[in-house]
């Protein structure tokens, strides 16, 4: 026969394993959330310009208006850039480090095999952006990116708050776990 304490840490073990794994599941649903509605305005953006060529540089000057292309590596302003058919940037409302943006080759050809393609772009440390790439009826592509920043904050305060209602409820399960392991059931 088991000792009350083996009882108690078999029950106190069983209930944070199945609140590990809700809160794990939600953690996992929020964060997705947060990360896949990040695409939403990049989506309109690339979907707009890539009706032509010229919509793609319409786009990309209206967004830039009349100062500097400010920098995408500091700036949450969302931009748009305008790519030859080969992925070289031609035209773009941002710049990254004083240069046009340039995405690796395989989102290009993505793009090219399925008409658009998203992606979470890592050109340095510190600077991701959620990228849509659509292609035009010319070939050419256009993508529209956003900084992820703000995004990523939030699922770091979502994972403080998933940890914190862990700690209580792995604290909260102690009296069940000990009325479980002396076999005796809590007081209503």
């Not at 073990?13 to 990360?35: D, K, M």
């Amino acid at each position: 026969m088991r000792s009350g304490a083996t009882r108690f840490v078999s029950a106190w073990l069983a209930v944070v394993a199945l609140v590990s794994i809700v809160l794990g599941c939600v953690e996992i649903a929020v964060q997705q959330s947060f990360r896949t509605t990040a695409n939403d305005p990049q989506i309109q953006m690339a979907e707009d310009a890539a009706a032509s060529e010229a919509a793609a540089l319409a786009a990309v000057r209206a967004l830039r208006g009349a100062g500097s292309a400010p920098d995408l590596g500091r700036s949450l302003a969302p931009w748009l850039a305008l790519y030859s058919r080969r992925g070289e940037p031609l035209a773009a409302s941002s710049t990254l480090d004083g240069n046009l943006p340039q995405l690796p080759a395989g989102v290009f050809g993505e793009a090219a095999a399925r008409g658009e393609h998203r992606v979470t772009w890592q050109p340095r440390a510190g600077v991701r952006s959620a990228v849509v790439v659509a292609r035009t009826p010319g070939g050419e592509f256009v993508a529209a990116g956003r900084s992820l920043r703000e995004v990523e904050k939030r699922e770091s305060a979502l994972l403080d708050i998933v940890f914190a209602a862990w700690a209580l409820a792995a604290l909260g399960a102690v009296p069940l776990a000990a009325s479980l392991g002396s076999g005796r059931t809590l007081p209503s």
